[in-house]
């Protein structure tokens, strides 16, 4: 379960002010995938974001008792200095996982050869995704964030990355952004639609993306 209780959240500028989510109240119980739905500059990401508590509100409380994942494949928390490899083994003793487990599976899965050993901030930015995309596939979560899926890689890579989400989405529920209905019907049981800080609930994915598309007309 994930609760958002009495949840605020805003962005100043110097003559405008965003509001993400005004005192906003709702859940993502277990045992659902959910898809967030709303168009372009609503909060999804920055909701996604204080979900996996990268980011905090500015009142109200998050609460989790589920292990909840970084959005899958961001890179952005590695540290540009250190290498592919030590990355991997902070993030794995941060999530109190066997360091030389989670680096020998990433090191094998994103083919990044002795580049596993070189300053992040040497990669390129596919590189990054595959490394980040492994990382996320070397720890299990009860629930996975995934912002938009991004094609990684040539065909035989894209194949494997779907291939281990796949085997994960067994045993886990999925909170998903994706501006690709089929997408969201594909993956998603329910859905929720963020609309001028407010959280709209649905118990089906149809419904919601009938409000989704009512707001992009």
């Not at 500028?13 to 277990?30: G, M, W």
């Not at 300053?119 to 912002?147: H, K, N, Q």
């Amino acid at each position: 379960m994930i609760r958002f209780d009495n949840v605020s959240k805003h962005f100043k500028t110097l003559n405008h002010k965003k509001v993400i989510l005004d005192r906003a109240s709702f859940e993502f119980p277990s045992g659902y995938s959910f898809g967030l739905l709303g168009v372009n500059g609503a909060g999804k990401s920055t909701t996604m974001r204080m979900i996996a508590g990268t980011i905090l509100p500015n009142s109200g409380r998050i609460k989790r008792d589920v292990r909840v994942s970084w959005p899958l494949g961001f890179a952005g928390g590695f540290h540009p200095n250190m290498s592919g490899r030590d990355n991997l083994n902070f993030v794995a003793r941060a999530y109190g996982e066997d360091p030389k487990r989670v680096s020998d599976f990433v090191e094998e899965f994103a083919e990044l050869g002795d580049y596993i050993y070189a300053p992040v901030r040497t990669y390129s930015s596919g590189m990054a995704a595959r490394l980040a995309f492994g990382l996320s596939m070397a720890i299990e979560f009860e629930c996975y964030l995934v912002d938009e899926i991004t094609a990684v890689g040539d065909a035989r890579f894209q194949e494997r990355c779907r291939l281990a989400f796949e085997n994960r989405r067994k045993s886990a529920d999925i909170i998903m952004i994706s501006h690709f209905m089929d997408t969201i019907k594909s993956y998603c049981d329910r859905a929720m639609v963020l609309v001028d800080g407010k959280m709209m609930v649905f118990d089906h994915v149809e419904p919601a993306i009938e409000a989704y598309y009512r707001l992009n007309r």
